[in-house]
């Protein structure tokens, strides 16, 4: 059973940084292409970052351009998401999603998701 599961969030300050980890069990996980989304409140889920299984970028959303990196160590199945200079619009629930066959970023209706971490940017 494939399970996905996000770390790493919580409560900063704007300007400040955050890295989110995301593990996933049940795959082989450099056999999946990975991303991540996010959800704030209110608003429906966008997509931030992907990542294919040799670590080429195929998705950055403008906004956060020149803030995240999105990367990933297939030998400890985990992907992960540097956010610097944090903005408080970037405040969302962070989930992390797993692709066999597709670009998480776009064909969202056949990834596995984990359960989200809440990432929140005071001002």
């Known amino acids: 059973q494939v399970q996905v599961a996000e770390s790493g969030g919580g409560l900063v300050q704007a300007g400040g940084s955050l890295r989110l980890s995301c593990t996933a069990s049940?795959?082989?996980?450099?056999?999946?292409?990975m991303g991540w989304f996010r959800q704030a409140p209110g608003k429906e889920r966008e997509a931030i970052s992907c990542?294919?299984?040799?670590?080429?970028?195929?998705y950055l959303r403008d906004s956060v351009k020149g803030r995240f990196t999105i990367s990933r160590d297939n030998a400890k199945n985990t992907l992960y998401l540097q956010m610097n200079n944090l903005k408080p619009e970037d405040t969302a629930i962070y989930y992390c999603?797993?692709?066999?066959?597709?670009?998480?970023?776009?064909?969202?209706?056949?990834?596995?998701w984990g359960q989200g971490t809440q990432v929140t940017v005071s001002s």
């Open positions: 999603a797993a692709n066999r066959f597709y670009t998480p970023c776009h064909r969202a209706d056949s990834n596995y």
């Open positions: 049940g795959l082989v996980f450099r056999d999946y292409a």
């Open positions: 990542i294919n299984w040799s670590s080429g970028v195929t």
